[in-house]
């Protein structure tokens, strides 16, 4: 079956092609380049496989390739380290990445050449340590190359795939892979340095956790000869592992995608006859809800993956109503931990609401407020040890001690695990607030309030009270149903809003309500994988609050 498969033309690859571009990228990397084992190359792209010039009535195909993965694996073939970056990054924010990392070369889309440009000149980084997508294939150097040949001849070492060849045992644990950072959620995004050890593991653990515990479980299982989409950014830890390493040792096929659009995720999957979804909660709320869902033959989807935030027990159960034939399979982890710390076994039954079990291999603890250990059913921090953990952050010291402590790694999640194993992440511990002395966690809130089918998304953050020390309140976004009554003359929009003030107020979870009330907005502020920056909204609360007390 292919490898990779292009979506707006349907262009596909297989794994011989794109072996062959692999070392002839290496071999031109190597040898026009000079680059060497452990230099870093920093991939600055959205997931784009070629160049498109639009023309009034179709898409001509102007360069043919699988780019980004083709530059990524040719950087392990030689023991590069690769550092991928969000292709809507500002220049500093390039900058900084490449200067944390200390990158040779950048990879970049003709889309992206002008800020790539402009960062390479801050930094210092010579112009032709740029390379562009459009001439990777003209720089091939293939194996038969007299170059190479030469090379050969005069005893100088020829590229050899640093997997197959370099790795010797052991070594691995140590040898960076990656330089990928954090998504920036609480603070600064950080570097973390993840050996070949750990992204091997972390697949190798997937793989366990699903054929251990999924035995006969034909809907939530990855097998070769499946396709799945690649419209998760490969700059992530999720969309990388999940398709570039994750895909293509299960020997699917994916269908990539240069940037998320919904409607063109829907028509790949009717036209490639798609059924494993990597996707993170946003996703999942669209094909649960979107009204574009009905138009189009989403019957061959037998499993979605989902990660990277929270998957509240009611979209579960809309998610199930949407596509009653496949299977919601919620991953938990994080940079640190290649991607899966836990999962949801395929075989099983899970109970709603949680991340699944953690993987094979994976050892925790859970630490409660007062330091001692938790045992079942009681909250703490998790702490985790396991072959796919990181080794530490690059150039963050007090980070990387706070972080990784004792050889455990500290996750800064609060989370359950029930006396089945399963795991439930209740909230980060930098999020939870603390009212009247009581731990109240937002997301709980937040699940609560989505189930309204007003609520398109929302988030719950903390404002100061005197009396309380601190309250909840929620900032509200309309859902498409609320909007068509307004627009429709059926309903007016204040009454839309007095509902769901009712509803905000009436939102009791014992001692918990949203003291601080509602206030509404246009889009809750997510970054790519769907995480919610409470940190961006914390401002604009007490900001709200103090108007509605001008008011007053
Ligand atoms: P930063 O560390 O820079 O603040 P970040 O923690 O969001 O950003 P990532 O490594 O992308 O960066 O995300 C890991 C975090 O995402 C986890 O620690 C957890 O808080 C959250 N997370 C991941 N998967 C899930 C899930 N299934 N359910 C709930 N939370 C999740
Ligand atoms: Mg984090």
Redesign the pocket.
């Known amino acids: 079956s292919p490898w990779l498969i292009e979506n707006h033309t349907g262009t596909t690859w297989f794994a011989e092609d794109i072996r062959s571009r692999v070392y002839g990228l290496a071999n031109s990397l190597s040898i026009r380049w000079d680059l060497k084992e452990n230099d870093v190359a920093c991939v600055y792209s959205p997931n784009h496989m070629g160049n498109f010039v639009p023309t009034p009535t179709r898409f001509i195909l102007k360069q043919r390739g699988p780019e980004y993965p083709i530059a990524v694996w040719a950087c392990h073939r030689l023991g590069v380290v690769v550092t991928p970056a969000n292709p809507n990054f500002t220049v500093d924010e390039l900058v900084y990445q490449l200067q944390a990392t200390g990158a040779r070369v950048l990879f970049t889309h003709p889309d992206s050449l002008s800020g790539a440009k402009a960062a390479a000149e801050i930094v210092g980084l010579d112009p032709a340590a740029i390379i562009l997508f459009e001439d990777i294939s003209s720089q091939d150097i293939p194996h038969g190359h007299p170059v190479v040949a030469q090379l050969v001849k005069a005893g100088l070492e020829q590229p050899t795939h640093y997997l197959e060849a370099k790795l010797r045992p052991g070594e691995g644990r140590t040898k960076l892979a990656l330089l990928c950072?954090?998504?920036?959620?609480?603070?600064?995004?950080?570097a973390?340095a993840l050996p070949h050890f750990a992204i091997i593991s972390c697949i190798l653990q997937l793989a366990l956790a699903q054929n251990i515990n999924g035995r006969n479980a034909e809907k939530g299982r990855y097998r070769s000869g499946d396709v799945a989409i690649g419209v998760l950014p490969f700059f992530?830890?999720?969309g990388m592992v999940a398709n570039l390493h994750w895909a293509i040792f299960c020997g699917m096929s994916v269908v990539v995608h240069g940037k998320f659009d919904f409607e063109e995720m829907l028509k790949s999957i009717e036209r490639y006859r798609i059924n494993t979804l990597f996707l993170v909660?946003p996703h999942v709320v669209l094909l649960s809800k979107h009204s574009a869902v009905k138009r189009y033959d989403l019957s061959s989807v037998r499993s979605c993956s989902?990660?990277?935030?929270?998957?509240s027990q009611e979209l579960t159960a809309e998610f199930y109503r949407a596509l009653p034939n496949s299977r919601l399979i919620?991953?938990?982890?994080?940079?640190?931990t290649s991607t899966a710390?836990?999962m949801q076994p395929p075989g099983d039954t899970p109970t709603p609401g949680s991340?699944g079990c953690l993987v094979p291999g994976m050892v925790a603890k859970i630490v409660k407020l007062d330091g001692t250990l938790s045992t079942h059913d009681e909250p703490g921090e998790l702490w985790v040890k396991g072959p796919q953990v990181a080794l530490r952050y690059l150039n963050n010291d007090k980070a990387t001690k706070e972080t990784f402590t004792d050889g455990w790694l500290r996750?800064?999640?609060e989370v359950i695990i029930n006396k089945k194993g399963e795991l439930f992440?209740v909230?980060?511990i930098k999020e939870i607030l603390k009212v009247r002395g009581f731990q109240v966690a937002p997301?709980e809130l937040e699940g609560h309030l989505l189930n309204h089918p007003y609520v398109a998304d929302c988030a719950v953050v903390g404002i100061p009270n005197d009396f309380s020390g601190e309250v909840p309140m929620a900032f509200v976004t309309l859902s498409e149903e609320a909007k068509k009554l307004a627009d429709s003359g059926n309903e007016q929009v204040d009454h839309i809003k007095a509902t769901i003030e009712k509803h905000v107020s009436d939102t009791k979870i014992r001692y918990k309500w949203l003291e601080g009330g509602v206030e509404f907005m246009d889009t809750i502020p997510r970054?790519p994988?769907g995480?919610l920056l409470r940190r961006l909204l914390r401002d604009q609360a007490k900001e709200r609050v103090h108007n509605r007390e001008a008011k007053a």
Do not use: C, L
């Not at 989902?306 to 998957?311: E, H, N, R, V």
């Open positions: 950072f954090s998504s920036g959620t609480t603070g600064k995004p950080k973390v992530h830890i999720y909660p989902a990660g990277a935030a929270p998957i919620q991953i938990y982890g994080m940079t640190e710390i836990s991340a996750t800064g999640d992440v909230d980060r997301a970054n994988s995480k």
